[in-house]
């Protein structure tokens, strides 16, 4: 399994679940999983497998042997099985920060038991990633307001809200939704995770 150069671990684990570095051979799943989901992905339009390759090739490959990549991405697993995938994005080391990157197979995210499980788990998981191994200090989120179940999870979680971008972005011509803006400090992460997930 390939690891990134910046993290001593090659896998995190919680209960059933394991995060690890994103593999070469999601790619195509992803793929189908963001086509399915561009309503809440800051996506404009469907990919195609010769896009999703190029990006493997030219942007995900290239961040493993980097000292300080611009992002680090992970496949989420279940029982050894993929369920979702996500990471730390837009990484700002200077400040010790990260926006956190969730996207589960369409499939589970329609059952919301399920979805609730899986974001909890990447969510402890990242944070043992961001504040445990490299020792950051913050990361935020960006959620369209026509999620309040994954805010819901979210705030569960210890991410506070932090503010709300008014019609911020227009899902289809002339119907805006607001950017809703969390924040989770390293110790929060230390002082909720346990209660929370």
């Known amino acids: 399994m390939t690891t990134y150069k910046c993290l001593l671990?090659?896998?995190?684990?919680?209960?059933?679940?394991?995060?690890?570095?994103?593999r070469?051979?999601?790619?195509?799943?992803?793929?189908?999983?963001?086509?399915?989901?561009?309503?809440?992905?800051r996506q404009a339009a469907p990919?195609?497998?010769a896009q999703q390759e190029a990006y493997f090739?030219?942007?995900?490959?290239?961040?493993?042997?980097?000292?300080?990549?611009?992002?680090?991405?992970?496949?989420?697993l279940h029982d050894d099985e993929l369920v979702a995938y996500g990471g730390l994005v837009h990484i700002s080391w200077p400040d010790g920060r990260a926006e956190v990157s969730?996207?589960?197979?369409?499939?589970?995210?329609?059952?919301?038991?399920?979805?609730?499980?899986?974001?909890?788990a990447h969510l402890r998981l990242l944070g043992q990633v961001a504040f445990e191994a490299l020792q950051f200090n913050r990361l935020f989120t960006e959620t369209y307001d026509i999620?309040?179940?994954?805010?819901?999870?979210l705030e569960a979680a210890g991410f506070r809200l932090e503010g709300r971008l008014r019609e911020h972005v227009q899902l289809k011509p002339g119907t805006f939704a607001d950017s809703l803006m969390h924040g989770?400090?390293?110790a929060d992460y230390a002082t909720t995770f346990d209660s929370a997930l």
């Open 9 to 22: 671990q090659r896998e995190f684990t919680w209960e059933n679940y394991r995060l690890i570095p994103i």
């Open 24 to 41: 070469y051979d999601d790619r195509e799943a992803i793929r189908a999983w963001r086509n399915a989901q561009l309503d809440v992905l």
């Open 47 to 49: 990919l195609t497998a």
């Open 57 to 76: 090739q030219r942007v995900v490959l290239p961040l493993f042997d980097q000292e300080q990549p611009g992002q680090l991405l992970f496949s989420l």
């Open 102 to 120: 969730f996207l589960a197979d369409p499939v589970r995210a329609a059952e919301p038991a399920t979805y609730r499980q899986d974001f909890r």
């Open 147 to 153: 999620r309040p179940a994954h805010v819901a999870i």
């Open 184 to 186: 989770q400090l390293a």
